[in-house]
């Protein structure tokens, strides 16, 4: 039988083959976030058994522990693994209002972890996939440590060194980049290591499927009105069908795979757009353009964003090719 490939190995053999003078203190690092997504998985996949899905805030299981909301729970994990993996000396999550700064490593670590513990979160109550994000950063170097811990959280999403997701799904999978292509691990649950089960992902250069909160779509800027109203036209040669779950990850990760677009563009309730530009809409849009689709707010692109403020929202539209160029004849750059 032959040995496969687990994450941890890939990431190592990607290191050696672009940055043979790499310390493997980023893999040691990655190692951090596999290991607290394992623990997530195994929340999640208990979700309806540990009563965890209450709400947060003090309410007793039958158990008479105390029942905390899985966002809590991922967002520990999280933060317990990374903070003591070494170089990590920032993190900065949605669930806290700022920054965490690493006691252990604030001097020298050397990098900052962006996350969304728990993406999709009111899924979780009717058994729906789930998921958890993250974007590593480099932290400014040494000349610059004068920097406060938000001012190393705000860079433009150019920057990353590494973006990826899991998502909690009929199988747990890992998905990340290092920006040398899109590789996805599938989560074997009798061995508790992720494998290589779909290496190389490239977005396909055009899809059927639409994604949005079609419910918002009398609140959309004409542009966005007008290009739904022409994907379901069947002006483009294509019959479009529409997905939506309302998981970011999973309808990101449908989208990857089988391509297509999401948008969830400006709304009456939200005029900047929903989702956060940094632990939401930075690493997606990496990943996106790491696998050949593109991912714009509809007046630039996501990755070119100055980001002001650590949980700023954002217009996200993310998509293969042929639909985002599209697109862009509908709702056109500033
Ligand atoms: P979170 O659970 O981390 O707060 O994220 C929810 C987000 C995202 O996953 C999803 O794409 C979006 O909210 C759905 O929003 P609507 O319910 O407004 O469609
Ligand atoms: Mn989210
Ligand atoms: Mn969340």
Redesign the pocket.
Known sequence: MSTPMTVQQHILEEQRRLRPAASGEFSWLLSGITLATKLIAAQVRRAGLADIAGAAGGAANIQGEVVQKL?VIANQALLNCLGNRGNVAVMAS?EDDEPVVSQRDWEHGKYVVVF?P??????IDVNVS??TIFSILRRAPEPDRFRTPLEDVLQPGFKQLAAGYVVYGSSTMFVYTAGNGVNGFTLDPSIGAYLISHPNIRMPASGSIYS??E??ADTFPGGYRKYLAYLRSGESGRKYSSR????????FHRTLLKGGIFL?PP?AS?PSG???LMY?ANPIAFLAEQAGGKATDGTMRILDKTPHSLHERTALMVGSGAEMEALARFVSPA
């Open positions: 966002d949605e969304d728990l993406d999709g979160s009111s899924n789930v998921g949005c909160n419910a918002n939506y779950i309302g998981s970011l990850v999973a309808d969830y709304t939200h929903k989702l956060r939401e």
